[in-house]
Nanobody, 123 residues
Framework: VQLVESGGGTVRAGDSLRHSCSASGGTFSGAAVGWFRQAPGKEREIVSVVSANHIQTYYADSVKGRFTISRDSAEVTVYLQMNILKPEDTAVYYC?????????????????WGQGTQVTVSS
């Protein structure tokens, strides 16, 4: 399965964006899906994960209360709603699928990485 992200852009602090991660050639069924980001000069970090059963979610402390992850019932799209954006949210955002589990938080266990979309938040 190939993943394609969309929804990035340039916004001001306090604005909102919604990322979409679409599956092509397959579905997300049975696998956890995660959003990650990489800022210039920094390592890729986990942002949020949703479990295969849609019940468990994880959020990095830096985005908790502002971002919401969800997946559609057709198992072909995962969303990341980002509210109250801050300049420190500026990064390239990626989605990826957990290779073998319905839930997990180790980035090394995720694959099929999308191409990434740039989010730039100005102050």
């Amino acid at each position: 399965v190939q993943l394609v992200e969309s929804g990035g852009g340039t916004v001001r602090a306090g604005d909102s964006l919604r990322h979409s991660c679409s599956a092509s050639g397959g579905t997300f069924s049975g696998a956890a899906v995660g959003w990650f980001r990489q800022a210039p000069g920094k390592e890729r970090e986990i942002v949020s994960v949703v479990s295969a059963n849609h019940i468990q979610t994880y959020y990095a402390d830096s985005v908790k209360g502002r971002f919401t992850i969800s997946r559609d019932s057709a198992e072909v799209t995962v969303y990341l709603q980002m509210n109250i954006l801050k300049p420190e949210d500026t990064a390239v955002y990626y989605c990826a699928i957990h290779r073998w589990a319905g839930y997990g938080l180790n980035p090394k266990d995720f694959g099929s990485w999308g191409q990434g979309t740039q989010v730039t938040v100005s102050s």
